[in-house]
């Protein structure tokens, strides 16, 4: 029997609940609203007292409404079909919601009943399987679904029969397993799977081996993520964090992109689903979409349910993870998220922490980056889920929570300069403070020799050191004068800007320079490291300016041509007569 | 607005300077009451226990004030006749005239489903080179002006309302000076425009906590023009940072542990669900929001702007410019994040370039002005950056420009051909060969 209970207390979305029976944390339960049944979430219990988040609006709720609670955790469905949806934090299906506005109690079905796919089987009657085994798939796009054992079957199970190659709905009974105990248990396209909960269903979780590709050059060559790895970008309003989140939706190198669009703007998430349609994957030759997810929350819809927004596109990338996919996770940005539980937290009046904050903030973090990861399957092949996420720090500054326990749990930093922003360096990813942990492992440098480049971390680093000798000689040239300064403070801060300009920094709205493939930017970078290799000699400093100007230009206009064209050989033999 | 059968209470049990609370069991959350004839919504309920906050504060409210309840939140009545109409914050009429008649919405009602948004791609010229050229409007866009009080955001404003192509302008003034509220008055009247302008307005002389009802009220109203007559609607709220101000009066009042600044937890999503209003929606309508934040001496840290500036599409920035004694739209920390969506595909193609190279010429000539301030040698380069930055302030940033797109851009390459080389303004070779201006 279910428990229940009535409602005894409201402030904004908190609501508390004297209950009949027993709850659990993270219980979902519905609140009757005069007939509309509203989703919450458990997320304290005192004596007979549960407090739960409402994932809606709470005007015009009363004292005494009815609650029923409903025995499990906030779920969400796993099958076919959920690429190219666009769903709210709680997977309903917003395409097929039919109101202009958001009503409230209108739950969609996140996947489509109807539709057939073609299926092929996998395992055959007399396989021994265990959760997460693959038993047959389907074709989604492009891309191999597979069906597994659903991930809640624990111990061994033996194949009883497997449906044979076909056509089938997803709510079809594909096979039929048996487990130890000889009962017979039916297996659909569609299982379910609470979201907080990780997915395992691997053999073991390796150190990352390979880099994921982006074609930005200040993330793959400088700060290269790792294939299941993690990193964050930080930085202010205003410093291009979502053109460069978008960027590195539409060009990474991954099977299937989720994006979690948490507490933020809408018409960024309608510029998503307006252009990836249109667009084509680069590494396919298929639409963008066809391997995208959307979990959209933006800021003004319920606050409670952009904490379950993250979780949701984690569940969904962990789900394609384990069908051995490269699965690529966006989220924009942890900070709303983290504002959620403050706000939440704040309303059940617990002791706050720094700014406010949870005090169980850092680990909450933590405990979710830790999902991310390259896993053996237990057939031995591998997928991986990579996760960026975005944070927002108040006032842009980095000394504050979220920035703080992200840093602690992420691999990869990629800080966002407010002064970069300002002169319009795009991409305005600081290169001195951002780092890569991944330059740092013996597999990932063994790769990069392999597949780029011999030495080709030494050169990274290399051109790091001539940003930071750059930057020393800026500062000593604004304090001595340009004449107070040897003419070698000059050349060392024009090579930086060489580095800079031709580099760092990417036109992410020009078609040809948004998208710079690694054979290319290891190209520009021997080039660039070339020229600043040679001693030069200048009369006076402004000969030395208009010289490495004049260089950058050429440059520039390099990146601007298609790679290899006439017009780009063209301004190469250009530049080897200037160094000549 | 009101119930058949109404129970009076008449027994307070707590009164803060804006809330009260009191026994009261069926009552139902956000929903409206009269405390001593004063309006009160209430924001907690705790068993049988009820907190009201008090819109117009609660000086001189008696612990047997007579309390009824509604049985409804907010509304605010629709219809035509809203048309060139002034109200108070509640949605009474302060002009005079009658009351409207129409259909009685719920104000702060739910938001558009994303998926049945349209990208925003209709640009909305101002003549202001700080705004066209540098950072382009479009309509669906949420943007506010960032300004120390002493600037004057709310005259900019006013330009920018009556150059926009819109249906209908609505205003939700917020502890506007009497003088600001005149001064928007006589402008529309002056400009012709009366029919099409609707107005919300809390001056300074009304209370504060009045002012959280005005951006609902006016967007109640906007969303009426956008969704049922499919309008362009422009709403113009000015100034956020006191409506800010007075959502922390009312947490600290509900003793709501504060975060940055004192002001509450929920502030983020407090102003996400106004600026969110704006919309283009797949019908033509539309509805754009330009605001006004206030700022403490430039701070933009300020939990205020901040949070703003994470929600908004942009900034306008303006700040007093010494080279050339004028106001003008800083070009460092002024964007609007959706001008990529017009530039170069709604004016012509060299928009962005021209943009990108003037504003870091620009850079340039600051980076002069530091070393001339400390006392360095220039060198040609920078002479000719600090006179360019002059030209640049006064002939393109300052607000007093009205221009068309086209000329803004004519101009930018007056200036480039004027005082640098092709290849110091680093725009790509195609644009130098069609443009450049010897």
């Known amino acids: 029997m279910k428990t229940k209970g009535i409602v005894t207390g409201i402030v904004s979305n908190l609501v508390t609940v004297k209950v009949d029976g027993p709850v659990a944390e993270n219980e979902i339960c519905y609140i009757d609203l005069q007939g509309v049944k509203m989703m919450a979430e458990v997320i304290k219990v005192n004596g007979d007292n549960a407090s739960v988040q409402v994932f809606e609006s709470t005007r015009g709720l009363k004292g005494g409404d009815t609650v029923e609670f409903e025995g499990r955790m906030l779920e969400i469905q796993l099958g076919p079909g959920l690429l190219s949806s666009v769903y709210d934090g709680l997977q309903n299906n917003l395409a097929t919601m039919e109101n202009v506005f958001l009503q409230r109690g209108e739950y969609t079905d996140p996947l489509d009943r109807e539709k057939k796919w073609d299926f092929t089987p996998l395992a055959k009657a007399g396989d021994r399987v265990v959760a997460a085994d693959w038993l047959g798939e389907v074709k989604e796009g492009w891309l191999p679904h597979k069906i597994m054992v659903p991930f809640s079957f624990e111990g061994e199970y033996t194949v009883k029969s497997v449906k044979e190659a076909g056509a089938y709905t997803v709510d079809t009974e594909i096979a039929v397993l048996e487990n130890q105990q000889g009962e017979e248990v039916k297996v659909t396209m569609v299982q379910k799977w609470p979201v907080k909960v990780a997915i395992k269903g691997y053999k073991e979780k390796p150190r990352p081996n390979r880099i994921m590709e982006t074609g930005v050059r200040v993330i793959d060559t400088l700060n290269p993520i790792a294939e299941g790895g993690t990193g964050f970008i930080p930085g202010p309003f205003g410093c291009g964090k979502t053109v460069l989140q978008h960027a590195i939706a539409k060009q990474g190198d991954a099977d299937v992109i989720v994006m979690a669009a948490c507490g933020e703007r809408a018409n960024e998430v309608v510029e998503i689903f307006t252009e990836f349609p249109e667009l084509i994957d680069p590494h396919t030759g298929r639409h963008l979409m066809e391997r995208t997810t959307i979990i959209c929350n933006t800021s003004n819809m319920p606050v409670a349910a952009r904490e379950a927004s993250v979780y949701t596109a984690m569940t969904i990338c962990e789900y394609y993870r384990a069908m051995g996919l490269k699965c690529l996770l966006l989220a924009d940005s942890t900070s709303r998220w983290a504002q959620a539980l403050r706000e939440m937290s704040n309303r059940m009046e617990e002791l706050p922490g720094a700014d406010a904050f949870p005090v169980d903030l850092s680990s909450i973090i933590s405990n979710f980056y830790s999902r991310a990861g390259m896993v053996v399957l237990n057939n031995g092949q591998t997928g991986a889920v990579t996760f960026i996420g975005t944070v927002s720090p108040a006032g842009g500054n980095l000394k504050e929570p979220v920035t703080e326990s992200t840093k602690k749990a992420a691999r990869c930093f990629y800080a966002l300069e407010q002064n970069r922003a300002d002169q319009k360096r795009y991409p305005a990813v600081g290169p001195l403070d951002s780092y890569s942990k991944y330059l740092e492992y013996p597999e990932i440098i063994e790769y990069l020799d392999k597949t780029v480049e011999k030495g080709w971390v030494n050169k990274v680093l290399k051109a790091k050191n001539i940003i930071r000798k750059g930057k020393e000689s800026a500062e000593q040239i604004n304090i001595l004068g340009d004449d107070g300064v040897p003419m070698s403070y000059h050349v060392n801060f024009w090579k930086s800007e060489l580095v800079d300009f031709v580099i760092l920094q990417q036109d992410a709205f020009d078609a040809i320079d948004a998208l710079c493939p690694i054979e290319r930017q290891r190209f520009m970078l021997d080039m660039v490291l070339n020229i600043c290799d040679k001693d030069y000699e200048f009369e006076d400093f402004e000969k030395c300016r208009e010289f490495f100007k004049n260089l950058i230009n050429e440059l520039r206009q390099m990146n601007y041509s298609a790679y290899e064209s006439e017009q780009f050989w063209a301004y190469n033999e250009s530049v080897k007569k200037m160094i000549a | ?438």
């Open chain 2, 1 to 438: 607005m009101k119930k058949a059968y109404q129970k009076i209470y008449t027994k307070l049990e707590g009164i803060t300077k804006a809330t009260v609370s009191l026994r009261a069991p069926g009552v139902s959350n956000d929903e409206l009451a009269v405390v001593a004839g004063r309006l009160a919504q209430v924001v907690r309920i705790k068993g049988d226990m009820v907190t009201l906050q008090i819109f117009s504060g609660t000086e001189g409210i008696p612990t047997n004030a007579e309390v009824t309840f509604l049985g409804e939140p907010p509304t605010l009545k629709v219809s035509d006749q809203l048309s060139g109409r002034f109200f108070d914050a509640y949605g009474h009429p302060i002009d005079g005239g009658p009351e409207i008649e129409g259909e009685e919405r719920q104000i702060g009602g739910p938001s558009v489903n994303p998926y049945k948004r349209r990208q925003p791609s209709e640009l909305i010229p101002t003549g202001i080179a700080g705004i066209d050229l540098n950072n382009t409007l479009v309509s669906g866009q949420k943007i506010p002006f960032f300004a120390n009080p002493d600037q004057p955001y709310n005259q900019v404003m006013a330009d920018v309302a009556l150059r926009a192509d819109v249906d209908k302008i609505i205003l939700g003034g917020m502890g506007l000076s009497n003088d600001d509220y005149l001064f928007f008055r006589h402008s529309f009247e002056a400009a012709g425009a009366l029919d099409k302008i609707i107005c919300f307005i809390n001056t300074t002389e009304n209370p504060p906590v009045e002012r959280l009802l005005v951006p609902d009220m006016a967007l109640t109203a906007a969303e009426y023009f956008a969704v049922d007559k499919n309008e362009k609607v422009l709403v113009l709220l000015t100034d956020m940072t006191l409506y800010a101000d007075a959502l922390s009066i009312v947490s600290n009042r509900m003793d709501q542990i504060p975060s940055k600044d004192s002001m509450p937890g929920s502030l983020y999503s407090d102003l996400a669900k106004i600026y969110e209003k704006a919309v283009q929606l797949p019908t033509d309508g539309s509805i754009t929001i330009i605001a006004v934040t206030t700022l403490n001496d430039g701070d933009i840290t300020h939990a205020i702007p901040d949070n703003t500036g994470y929600i908004t599409e942009g900034q306008l920035f303006l700040r007093a410019d010494s080279d050339t004694g004028k106001v003008i739209i800083d070009p460092f920390r002024s964007l609007s994040r959706l001008k990529q969506r017009v530039q170069g595909k709604k004016t012509r193609e060299d928009h962005s370039q021209v943009m990108n190279a003037s504003v870091r010429l620009y850079a340039d000539a600051q980076n002069a002005k530091t070393k001339l301030e400390n006392g360095f040698d220039l060198s040609d380069y920078d002479h000719r950056c600090l006179d360019y930055a002059k030209d640049y302030a006064r002939e393109l940033l300052a607000i007093d420009v009205n221009i068309s797109i086209e000329q803004m851009l004519d101009t930018a390459w007056k200036l480039f051909g004027k005082y640098f080389t092709p290849a110091e303004t680093g725009i790509k070779q195609a644009f130098i060969d069609k443009y450049w201006v010897k």
